[in-house]
């Protein structure tokens, strides 16, 4: 950025505005939107920059905005959202700058005053256009990145992985991160349906400065090779081959590599971060402390999603939460009519989230206790066909409903070497051995781990100076923001990266970088 607006003082003016711009609507959402692009000229010395802000409806009534300014190669920035009256503002506090301006009657212009703190104020109009309707691409623009599709060899078993890999504009060298996935099929984005966890983080991450690598898994996509026959150890010797693979790109940090990784791909980062040449950095999203056969034991489906499919089960509980949320916000409302002071409003607001909690936990416990035997069934019994014949028993008497199909794809995917091989890892073994420093993700709503299994990755790094764990409000497994952070598509709530957690990640490498 001190590149970018070295050239004095037009160039501070953009700066300030671009940091972060925030929508306030003082209108009920119910009855006007802000929703589309608006449009127009920032004023500067000796002329003007066009910029854009898009503006995006939340499912809780609240607005999502980006900034865009094509002169600057600035796209799709973070923007927040605040309300007041019938004023609209667009504020950044930690710049000390503020647009505040009027929408005018046929809700078509913005109309205001840009203001900063040591400068006169600037007038500036903003042009409405409504959003073009939604791609099924990951991306509506190109990116103002490069984009490589890449290729190379995992040498000790002759495995071609392919993937893509972004790198900011200029001439760098800049930082770099690796995306690792979680077991289970998946392409280079992560895609459950049209949510793309990875090609979300890439594209946010690369933007802002960081260089990504994300890959197809093994038999998926572009790259070669099986996924249900690759071992831990498979994978983590993919992973030391994709950081030697970014250490050969020659506007790549070397110095400032990291790993970003989800589910079983965070404890392959911290493996690999135990190994010689590992990474500088590692973050780790729903990374798990228990052995594999209790991990399997606690997910929410015995086989595996395919490439691409949705998670509907992870979908319909984080709906349902949702529900449950707006009837308890409808009966505080309810109870504030009648009267309810603070204290006893509190008290009721309690008490449902503990009742949610209780509701997780039975459901978890009642899970572990269906499955794992059938952990230990697939540990100690050697022969295939006869462990695929005592699961499919199983799953009939637990599933009488469940499709023969559907149960034999279960029964092949739990008795594949790979899943075998997952049962008897122990992610915590090596971590005494491990360097860099390292952020410890846990979401609230997780509903594939249970809080045992996070509390025993946090104690066997507890000695680890230079380790954080956090527990962040709301998040999935998937790592969706809350449901009422979702933008509405077509009047529905769609999940999204929360810009909460990337900037939280973001921030946190540029901190490494620094120091």
Excluded at 243 to 250: A, E, G, M, V
Excluded at 282 to 304: C, D, H, I, K, S
Aim: proline share 7%; charged share 20%.
């Amino acid at each position: 950025m001190n590149k970018l607006f070295a050239s004095g003082f037009v160039w501070l003016l953009l700066l300030l505005l671009l940091a972060r711009l925030g929508a306030a609507q003082t209108l009920p959402a119910a009855k006007t939107s802000l929703e589309g692009e608006w449009k127009g000229p920032l004023p500067v010395p000796g002329g003007s920059l066009p910029l854009s802000i898009t503006v995006t409806e939340l499912a809780n009534g609240t607005r999502f905005a980006v900034l865009s300014v094509p002169a600057q190669r600035i796209n799709r920035a973070l923007l927040t959202v605040d309300l007041k009256a019938d004023t609209v503002i667009f504020d950044s506090q930690e710049l000390g700058c503020s647009y505040v301006c009027l929408r005018s009657a046929d809700g078509q212009q913005l109309q205001g005053q840009w203001r900063q703190q040591g400068f006169q104020p600037v007038g500036l109009t903003l042009q409405f256009t409504p959003l073009p309707p939604q791609p099924k691409t990951a991306f509506k623009f190109p990116p103002p990145y490069r984009v490589e599709e890449v290729s190379f060899t995992s040498a000790h078993d002759n495995t071609r992985l392919a993937g893509t890999l972004t790198v900011p504009s200029g001439e760098g060298p800049f930082p770099a991160v690796l995306l690792v996935s979680d077991l289970g099929p998946q392409d280079r984005d992560a895609t459950q349906g049209e949510y793309k966890l990875f090609g979300a983080m890439a594209d946010y991450l690369t933007r802002h400065g960081v260089a990504v690598l994300r890959l197809d898994d093994r038999g998926v996509g572009q790259s070669g090779g099986d996924w249900r026959t690759a071992t831990p150890l498979d994978l983590l010797k993919d992973t030391q081959v994709a950081l030697n693979f970014l250490r050969t790109r020659p506007r790549i940090d070397i110095a400032q590599l990291g790993i970003i990784g989800v589910g079983t791909g965070a404890n392959l980062a911290l493996e690999a971060a135990a190994q010689p040449l590992g990474p500088a950095y590692v973050v780790t999203l729903a990374g798990t402390g228990l052995p594999g056969y209790e991990v399997m034991a606690q997910r929410p489906m015995l086989g595996f999603l395919k490439a691409g499919e949705a998670d509907t089960a992870q979908d319909n509980a984080t709906r349902r939460r949702f529900r449950l949320q707006q009837a308890t916000s409808e009966k505080v409302a309810e109870l504030r009519a009648k009267g309810a002071n603070s204290a006893q409003i509190d008290t009721y607001v309690g008490q449902q989230q503990m009742r949610q909690r209780a509701a997780d936990k039975k459901q978890l416990d009642a899970r572990y206790k269906r499955q794992r035997p059938m952990m230990e069934i697939v540990r100690h019994t050697a022969d295939q066909g006869q462990a695929q014949a005592i699961l499919l028993n199983m799953l009939r008497q637990q599933q009488p409903d469940l499709p023969a199909e559907q149960a034999q794809a279960i029964v092949t995917d739990m008795t594949a070497a790979g899943y075998r091989a997952y049962l008897d890892y122990v992610p915590t073994a090596n971590l005494a051995q491990l360097r860099g420093s390292l952020l410890l993700l846990h979401g609230s709503e997780d509903q594939q781990l249970q809080p045992a299994n996070l509390t025993a990755l946090e104690k066997a790094l507890k000695d680890n100076k230079r380790a954080q764990a956090r527990r962040l409000d709301g998040f999935n497994h998937s790592w969706q923001a809350p449901m009422a952070e979702w933008p509405l598509i077509n009047g529905q709530p769609q999940p999204v990266v929360s810009p909460q957690l990337q900037l939280l990640i973001l921030e946190w490498i540029r901190k490494q970088v620094k120091g």
